[in-house]
């Protein structure tokens, strides 16, 4: 069975907990995540004749900013934690002494 979808309710709901003058970007390609900034909200019937609401990012060069942040790739359990590496003692020139 597929997964239940997110209504626009259920947006509203989770937008409605946000800062409302922040931007709004998606997220996307958990195997390679970059974030995009959403211009335009298109409502449409879909193959079954349900309709849909799309959420799309712009079509100009500016539309894809980067990288996402990797705290948000986690946050999406898109990527594991990143720990640093072990600190390990420095060899000096003559060797470990």
């Avoid at 959403?38 to 980067?66: H, N, R």
């Avoid at 790739?73 to 002494?97: D, E, I, Y």
Wanted: proline letters at 12%; charged letters at 20%.
């Amino acid at each position: 069975m597929p997964p239940e979808e997110m209504t626009v309710q259920d947006l509203i709901n989770l937008l409605s907990a946000c800062e409302r003058d922040a931007p709004v970007r998606q997220a996307l390609n958990p195997f390679f995540p970059m974030e995009h900034r959403l211009a335009q909200v298109i409502q449409a019937t879909d193959a079954t004749g349900k309709m849909v609401v799309y959420l799309a990012e712009g079509g100009d060069e500016y539309s894809q900013l980067g990288v996402l942040p990797p705290e948000v790739a986690v946050k999406l359990a898109w990527q594991v934690p990143a720990q640093p590496p072990p600190q390990r003692p420095r060899r000096t020139a003559r060797g470990n002494q």
